[in-house]
């Protein structure tokens, strides 16, 4: 298996009002988005140029949505890159630029 294009552990995945987990895990490798649970479980997947990924209008900058299979998921990150070497979930803005750049949607 390739190295993934991006990775975050440590995310809090919602779906509307009710949180899936806390510590999960968000994953881009060979063209698909994953949502996995801190134990590894998927909670969904889709090819990544079906997904839908963007900052709330009023929100803090840790957070993200992911639009994947007709479900909105939130994402919490990070509210800044961790310094190299530190543990610590990558912004969400890096998390949304993975997104279109996995895509082919921009550089």
Do not use: C
């Not at 779906?15 to 949502?35: M, P, Y």
């Not at 996995?36 to 209008?57: C, F, H, M, N």
């Not at 990070?78 to 750049?101: K, L, N, Q, S, T």
């Amino acid at each position: 298996m390739a190295e993934p294009e991006f990775r975050a552990t440590g995310v809090r995945i919602g779906k509307r009002l009710r949180s899936l987990t806390r510590a999960g895990q968000v994953r881009i490798s060979d063209g698909r988005l994953e949502l996995l649970t801190s134990y590894g479980s998927e909670i969904d997947s889709a090819p990544v140029q079906a997904v839908r990924a963007s900052k709330p209008w009023f929100g803090p900058d840790d957070r993200a949505t992911a639009d994947l299979n007709g479900n909105r998921y939130q994402l919490t990150l990070g509210d800044h890159d961790p310094a190299p070497g530190e543990p610590g979930p990558p912004a969400a803005r890096r998390f949304i630029e993975a997104v279109r750049r996995a895509a082919g949607r921009g550089d």
